[in-house]
């Protein structure tokens, strides 16, 4: 993480947004290395819209139109920690 917090430093930027990039990188590390590991669960455009692991952005639909953000689960096939976002159409 120190080689990361180094090769990835943002100059000009506030510190807030060095700190924030660290610790979103480290929290995403620790998800991946767990074993099982966190699975991010993102959704194809014009696949069938699941409201069990995602919910909808600004407009419902049947069918996904765009992936907003991915659900997190648990692990590869595991229940669902976070539903994702997607946009219907």
Not at 42 to 68: H, L, M
């Amino acid at each position: 993480m120190k080689e990361f917090e180094s090769k990835y430093k943002l100059k000009g930027k506030p510190a807030q947004l060095d700190t924030y990039a660290f610790e979103a990188a480290k929290t995403v590390w620790m998800m991946k290395v767990q074993q099982p590991p966190v699975e991010f669960l993102w959704v194809d455009p014009g696949s069938r819209f699941n409201k069990e692991t995602f919910k909808s952005y600004t407009k419902i639909g049947e069918i996904v139109d765009q992936c907003i953000w991915p659900a997190v689960l648990l692990h590869k096939g595991g229940p669902v920690m976070v539903r994702g976002i997607a946009q219907g159409k």
